[in-house]
T-cell receptor, first 114, second 108 residues
Framework: DAGVTQSPTHLIKTRGQQVTLRCSPI?????VSWYQQVLGQGPQFIFQ???????GRGNFPDRFSARQFPNYSSELNVNALLLGDSALYLC?????????????FGEGSWLTVV | GIQVEQSPPDLILQEGANSTLRCNFS?????LQWFHQNPWGQLINLFY???GTKQNGRLSATTVATERYSLLYISSSQTTDSGVYFC??????????FGSGTRLLVRP
């Protein structure tokens, strides 16, 4: 089975632009979460979605938004990009029958804002 | 909110040595997981261990929930063990709260 897949893997954007990151969870997983990891720090929670509903939101500005589709894939949108948004964005899925509460991460999307 | 502290922040080992990484958390948690992040950024789940002890090859982990700490043991370390080890806990809202990590370098 495929793991959590994210796209794109690397991208460079200019300040003020908008970006959309995509995530496909492991087959059978209904929950998707997004995390931001700045260099040298641990990942910080941004959003969690379960069955297409937002279950939780971290301490991030309204420029960050997300949604989950009927096939449980998800998109993270960031508007009006700032230099400080440069980070690794990680998607995680959980909730499958065999995996229980174990959380699996994708390889991430490296975003550089210049 | 819950605070997660990891120690040591950095660790350098000679190949073949053993090590213990520690994770302290400030409040009751629903679960605890250990992750290894490789140099390319991939976070690999090592253990889901809200309590008790588990072993997987050269790695083992113990969580004492009543005393709010968890330990990750690495035996006979290899250069491929290098990377950052994160402990993460889940509070009542289901979000993962990560520690700041232990950066491990295993030298040949």
């Amino acid at each position: 089975d495929a793991g959590v897949t994210q796209s794109p893997t690397h991208l460079i954007k200019t300040r003020g632009q908008q970006v959309t990151l995509r995530c496909s969870p492991i087959s059978g997983h209904k929950s998707v979460s997004w995390y931001q990891q700045v260099l040298g720090q641990g990942p910080q929670f941004i959003f969690q979605y379960y069955e297409k509903e937002e279950r939780g939101r971290g301490n991030f500005p309204d420029r960050f938004s997300a949604r989950q589709f009927p096939n449980y894939s998800s998109e993270l949108n960031v508007n009006a990009l700032l230099l400080g948004d440069s980070a690794l964005y990680l998607c995680a899925s959980t909730g499958g029958r065999s995996s229980g509460n174990t959380i699996y991460f994708g390889e991430g999307s490296w975003l550089t804002v210049v | 909110g819950i605070q997660v502290e990891q120690s040591p922040p950095d660790l350098i080992l000679q190949e073949g040595a053993n090590s213990t990484l520690r994770c302290n958390f400030s409040d009751s948690v629903n679960n605890l997981q250990w992750f290894h992040q490789n140099p390319w950024g991939q976070l690999i789940n090592l253990f889901y261990i809200p309590s008790g002890t588990k072993q997987n090859g050269r790695l083992s982990a113990t969580t004492v929930a009543t005393e709010r700490y968890s330990l990750l043991y690495i035996s006979s370390s290899q250069t491929t063990d290098s990377g950052v080890y994160f402990c993460a806990v889940t509070d009542s809202s289901y979000k993962l709260i990560f520690g700041s990590g232990t950066r491990l370098l295993v030298r040949p």
